[in-house]
């Protein structure tokens, strides 16, 4: 199962509101075959690992998968896994955890065990959850996975005033930065910032752009003239109709008036401050609006830093938040 979610990882940044999947075939205990789902609309990893095998080979085999494998609906584009592992007459399937796709949600693994498939469920599935976190709390919410990210001095300003460009994270940093873009669907900023910055909020790691299935992240400026909602306490509605939209997870690259909001209305997985060694002077930080969300601000379930350069990057996630990862509080 190592193996199957190291396959799944190199879908990262290519599958747009799909899962990372990854699979692998074993019989007599050597690997007969591998694969994984390469991008948003290609071939599923199942299909991808078993293609190239005999028919007899496969006959007997056991097949190792990260997520329950898919079943057939109407409006769905490619044919349904579960059935292909039927017909070719697979032993044993050892999913790491279910798919809670309303659509699937146990009913692949109830189809072939009823057809004498053995199905083991559970294995490393706290690992296959953190790794498809946003796909899981998408699927379960319909709201999309929230990053964000901000930069911030030593004295905790974003910027300073009067309002000016200012590069505070190093380049280190924005390496990492173009990652978290790669992996987001969409980016949000608010219109100062479109406007003092201009930033164009485009992956440009040469990985991404010379894969003809990367799809660069959407652009959505949260301004009066662009996207207005009627009021900021109106974003929760806003982002529960990007995930209608089809989008799983959005990376937050605002000022700080946005990432106040989205922080004050607990609306957000993941945080990401990126710390530099300067003082900025005057300046704005992130001031939260009430007790609420200073409570929830110190209510991560995970958290870890990483240096990067001369910054220091602090990574706070939600568990509670994702119904599908509660059983890693558990750990
Ligand atoms: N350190 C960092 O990580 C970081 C990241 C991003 C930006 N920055 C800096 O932060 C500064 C800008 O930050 P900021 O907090 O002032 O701005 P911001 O993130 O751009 O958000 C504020 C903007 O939101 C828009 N807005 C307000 N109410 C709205 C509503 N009801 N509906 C839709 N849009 C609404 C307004 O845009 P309109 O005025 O267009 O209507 C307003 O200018 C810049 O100096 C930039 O360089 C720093």
Redesign the pocket.
């Given at each position: 199962m190592k193996q199957v979610l190291r396959l799944a990882s190199l879908g990262r940044g290519f599958t747009g509101a799909n899962p990372l999947v990854g699979c692998v075939v074993i019989k007599n205990d050597t690997l007969i075959g591998s694969g994984y789902h390469a991008y948003f609309g290609g071939a599923h990893a199942e299909v991808m690992a078993i293609s190239k095998i005999k028919e007899s080979d496969l006959a007997d085999s056991t097949v190792y998968c990260n997520l329950e494998p898919c079943t057939s609906w109407p409006e769905k584009k490619t044919p349904p896994c579960a059935e292909l592992l039927l017909n070719k007459k697979i032993k044993r399937i050892v999913i790491a955890h279910q798919d809670p796709r309303p659509q699937i949600n146990g009913r692949s693994i109830e189809r072939l065990r009823n057809n004498g498939i053995q199905v083991d469920v559970g294995l490393l599935s706290s690992q296959a959850a953190w790794m498809n976190r946003s796909y899981l709390k998408w699927i379960a919410t319909g709201i999309p996975y929230v990053r964000l990210k901000?930069?911030?001095s030593l004295d905790g300003k974003?910027?300073p005033t009067p309002?000016?460009?200012?590069q505070?994270s190093g380049p280190e940093s924005q390496t990492l930065v173009q990652h978290l873009r790669a992996r987001s669907q969409a980016i949000i900023?608010?219109?100062?910032?479109?406007?003092?910055?201009s930033p164009k909020l485009t992956v440009r790691l040469e990985k991404f752009l010379t894969n003809p299935h990367f799809v660069q992240p959407k652009r959505l400026v949260?301004?009066?003239?662009k996207?207005?909602?009627?009021?900021?306490t109106e974003l929760g509605v806003w982002l529960k109709n990007l995930g209608e939209q089809g989008i799983s997870s959005v990376l937050v690259?605002?000022?700080?008036?946005?990432q106040q909001e989205f922080l004050s209305q607990n609306l957000f997985d993941e945080t990401l401050a990126i710390i530099s060694p300067k003082f900025l002077g005057p300046g704005l930080g992130i001031v939260l609006k009430n007790e609420h969300s200073e409570g929830n601000f110190s209510s991560f379930d995970y958290h870890t830093w990483k240096r990067l350069g001369a910054d220091i990057v602090l990574q706070g996630i939600k568990l509670k938040g994702n119904p599908c990862l509660q059983e890693l509080l558990n750990i």
């Open positions: 901000f930069a911030q974003l910027h309002l000016t460009r200012k505070i900023i608010g219109g100062n910032t479109e406007r003092i910055d949260l301004s009066n003239s996207i207005k909602l009627q009021s900021p690259e605002a000022g700080p008036f946005w």
